[in-house]
């Protein structure tokens, strides 16, 4: 290895940032996306996977089960279209990528996921970031704007903070600053809105959106991503969204899980005892100051002294319960959180268990 990529390693062990792979081991699950425990649940009525698609969407890999779970999905989310990318990464990727232009300009959220930093960097198109859910700031920036077109880029749940963006105020800047709005619901699919259609729909924003991403992988449990909008977006995407383009299919049978999956009869009670999970355990350590959203699945704790978090997740696994510190460069430098994900699956006792190491 050349040595400017050794000095980088050397540099993340030095300062103890280092990531490492792990195996999670046995206990109490409050780490994982598998809010409503879909990932737990057995589809049947096909035969198991013995070979993949075989070639890109373009080529050999379309199926009828293919467009028909992008009809369903889209009948479902209440969209004119949907597209699905092969993860959530990809599906940022590959749509931020292929619609911007180089005389567009992108606003996006200081705290938006890597997928879609990454998805900006790959377009030609000027972007500026605005501070964490400020609409004011946002306002200002756009006011400044001299591009031809812009877009607003933001997360609805913010995975990192747990935090829920102002859908409706967001909304309504973009449509009288003629900006396009582009909603990532990775962490609120399936979690939020009735059925799971997520914050964009509970929040009677989802006609005003340009596209919606959600992602299959967090609580419902699967694989895959689907871009939601309209006809023309999936047209232009189909024709010049390199990761569609040039991935190899999904196999057949995970399109039907998908689409069995986000109809699927037990999301409504998972969601409601979720709910009371949520409530409980933010009730349970009400005197502990969390960055999140008192709703949200995802409740974070912010430590300044990476050393103090650490101890707190060694005291964690010591009853069982499995979790992992967030380290800089995943979140700001002295900002090292405790991310905690609240499933529907956990019991009143297992969240006694949690509250009793945090409250020490």
Not at 66 to 81: D, G, V
Not at 338 to 348: A, D, G, I, P, V
């Amino acid at each position: 290895m050349n040595e400017s990529l050794l000095d980088k390693l050397l540099k993340r062990k030095s300062t103890g940032t280092l990531r490492s792979l792990q195996v999670p081991g046995d206990g109490i699950d409050f780490f994982s996306n598998d809010y409503i425990g879909l990932s737990q649940v057995k589809i049947s009525g096909h035969t198991p996977i013995s070979n993949g698609a075989t070639g890109s969407r373009l080529l050999s890999g379309n199926s009828k089960q293919a467009e028909l779970c992008e009809y369903n999905l889209a009948t479902h989310f209440k969209s004119e279209s949907a597209l699905v990318y092969n993860s959530g990464y990809v599906a940022n990727l590959g749509l931020l990528s292929a619609i911007l232009q180089r005389e567009d300009e992108v606003f996006y959220d200081e705290y938006i996921h890597a997928s879609s930093r990454d998805g900006i960097r790959l377009s030609f198109s000027k972007s500026t970031a605005f501070k964490h859910n400020d609409v004011e700031d946002l306002r200002f920036k756009l006011k400044k704007s001299k591009a031809k077109i812009n877009y607003v880029l933001i997360e609805s749940l913010y995975s990192m903070d747990g935090d829920i963006a102002p859908l409706s105020e967001i909304a309504n800047l973009c449509a009288i600053n003629n900006a396009y709005l582009i909603v990532d619901e990775a962490h609120a699919g399936g979690v939020y809105g009735l059925q799971g259609k997520g914050l964009c729909f509970e929040s009677n924003i989802s006609p005003q959106v340009f596209a919606r991403i959600i992602t299959f992988g967090k609580a419902y449990g699967a694989h895959g991503a689907v871009v939601l909008g309209s006809q023309t977006l999936k047209e232009f995407l189909i024709n010049f969204s390199r990761g569609f383009i040039y991935s190899t299919a999904l196999p057949p049978t995970f399109y039907q899980d998908i689409a069995a999956l986000v109809t699927h009869k037990s999301i409504e009670e998972s969601i409601f005892t979720l709910k009371k999970r949520i409530h409980y355990f933010r009730e349970r350590c009400s005197s502990l100051s969390f960055l999140s959203a008192e709703t949200s699945p995802i409740q974070i704790l912010e430590f300044n002294n990476k050393e103090l978090l650490e101890q707190r997740v060694e005291q964690l696994k010591s009853v069982g319960i499995h979790t992992k510190g967030i380290y800089p460069p995943t979140v700001p430098a002295g900002k090292s959180r405790l991310r905690l994900c609240l499933h529907s699956y956990n019991t009143e006792k297992e969240i006694d268990i949690l509250a009793g190491v945090l409250l020490q």
